[in-house]
């Protein structure tokens, strides 16, 4: 992975750039980790593999996942990444396409890039802190 920033901490605006076989999910939560990312907003696009997306089923209080293995188009990637008992947590969603374009979406558990992903990051300014939630068993954001 490569990137390019700008700003001061706590107000830094991020370009990452993954290359073929980096893990999206992965590579995103070490770049936090490294940089000392507290509360950022995200957006991306690019051509994943392997992607694991996954609904969450309220009733159960559980996730249904799916993989789709085949190379598609990241349409979108929106998130954000805070904290979850001091460690980088990233909450992010995605929609792919493969060669029929027709899109699938749900929250991203994991992909590979393909071909290239591009990351925008952009700090909040303020740390997003992620509390396990009695009633649904998620990690929700503290408001």
Same mark, same amino acid.
């Given at each position: 992975?490569?990137?390019?920033?700008?700003?001061?901490?706590?107000?830094?605006?991020?370009?990452?750039?993954?290359?073929?076989?980096?893990?999206?999910?992965?590579?995103?939560?070490?770049?936090?980790? #490294?940089?000392?990312?507290?509360?950022?907003?995200?957006?991306?696009?690019?051509?994943?593999?392997?992607? #694991?997306?996954?609904?969450?089923?309220?009733?159960?209080?559980?996730? #249904?996942?799916?993989?789709?293995? /085949?190379?598609?188009?990241?349409?979108?990637?929106?998130?954000?990444?805070?904290?979850? /008992?001091?460690?980088?947590?990233?909450?992010?969603?995605?929609?792919?396409?493969?060669?029929?374009?027709?899109?699938?979406?749900?929250?991203?558990? #994991?992909?590979?890039?393909?071909?290239?992903? /591009?990351?925008?990051?952009? /700090?909040?300014?303020?740390?997003?802190?992620?509390?396990?939630?009695?009633?649904?068993?998620?990690?929700?954001?503290?408001?």
């Amino acid at each position: 992975m490569k990137f390019t920033s700008s700003g001061r901490p706590g107000a830094r605006k991020f370009m990452l750039k993954l290359n073929p076989g980096d893990p999206l999910s992965a590579s995103i939560r070490d770049f936090a980790k #490294e940089y000392g990312i507290k509360g950022a907003v995200l957006s991306g696009l690019g051509a994943v593999r392997d992607a #694991e997306l996954a609904w969450f089923d309220a009733e159960k209080k559980k996730y #249904e996942t799916r993989r789709f293995p /085949e190379t598609q188009e990241l349409v979108s990637l929106a998130g954000n990444l805070g904290l979850k /008992e001091g460690d980088p947590a990233l909450h992010a969603h995605a929609v792919c396409a493969g060669k029929d374009l027709k899109a699938v979406a749900g929250h991203l558990v #994991e992909a590979v890039c393909a071909v290239t992903v /591009e990351i925008c990051v952009i /700090e909040t300014g303020f740390d997003i802190i992620r509390k396990l939630d009695p009633l649904f068993g998620l990690w929700l954001i503290e408001a």
